[in-house]
Antibody, heavy 118, light 111 residues
Framework: QLHLQESGPGLVQPSEPLSLICSAS??????????WAWIRQTPGKGLEWIGSISYTGSTYISPSLKSRVTMSVDTARNQFSLTLTSVTAADTGVYYCASVRLNRFQLWGQGTRVTVSS | DIVLTQTPLSSVVSLGQPASISCRSSQSPVHSDGHIYLSWLHQRPGQPPRLLIY???NRFSEVPERFSGSGAGTYFTLTISSVEAEDVGIYYCMQASGFPTFGQGTKLEIK
């Protein structure tokens, strides 16, 4: 049974980059059947899709965040990651990773809370 | 972006009674492959969202039969035939036919 777990710093200084990792267990991310997504839930915008990545590294990123987002995949570690640069208080929220098959957001991690504050 | 608007924003229902949530899309969420990737998610307090319904009307694995989805064009509905205590939380519609977007959520409470 696939399980996803997010990890990250919890607290990030304004203007600094935010880096998160999603670790998969109980299944491999190296499959063409799935894409791997990041979604966040913020007080200001509710649920917001950040972007998705395939195991080959092809990315699809929200146009509104594209200038600040980098996503990568590490198949050897069975992980994928998100970096969001130049964070502000508006980036405070809970960040989720999820598996996506046939455009269904099937399995979500528990989420990691990120606070942007000095 | 496709904007999804849910109604109502909150609902209080007695146990055993039906509940219905609507989701209106700003444009038809038809993918270039012809499918309509309109889903419904459920989020309990302190938990991540969980997929209930995909492609308008298909129940995801282990989702109880009391949950059903329907709709066409730009109007979609989630129906719970007989609400149980575990159904409390927030329900979201989402579309993944274009860049994925979510509705603002509908909070379901038990009377």
């Amino acid at each position: 049974q696939l399980h996803l777990q997010e990890s990250g710093p919890g607290l990030v200084q304004p203007s600094e980059p935010l880096s998160l990792i999603c670790s998969a267990s109980g299944g491999s991310i190296s499959t063409s059947y799935y894409n791997w997504a990041w979604i966040r839930q913020t007080p200001g915008k509710g649920l917001e899709w950040i972007g998705s990545i395939s195991y080959t590294g092809s990315t699809y990123i929200s146009p509104s965040l594209k200038s600040r987002v980098t996503m990568s995949v590490d198949t050897a570690r069975n992980q994928f990651s998100l970096t969001l640069t130049s964070v502000t208080a508006a980036d405070t929220g809970v960040y989720y990773c999820a598996s996506v098959r046939l455009n269904r957001f099937q399995l979500w991690g528990q989420g990691t809370r990120v606070t942007v504050s000095s | 972006d496709i904007v999804l608007t849910q109604t109502p924003l909150s609902s209080v229902v007695s146990l055993g009674q039906p509940a219905s949530i609507s989701c209106r899309s700003s444009q038809s969420p038809v993918h270039s492959d012809g499918h309509i990737y309109l889903s419904w998610l459920h989020q309990r307090p302190g938990q991540p969202p969980r997929l209930l319904i995909y492609e308008i009307s298909n129940r995801f694995s282990e989702v109880p039969e009391r949950f059903s989805g329907s709709g066409a064009g730009t109007y979609f509905t989630l129906t719970i035939s007989s609400v149980e205590a575990e159904d409390v939380g927030i329900y979201y519609c989402m579309q993944a036919s274009g860049f994925p977007t979510f509705g603002q959520g509908t909070k379901l409470e038990i009377k």
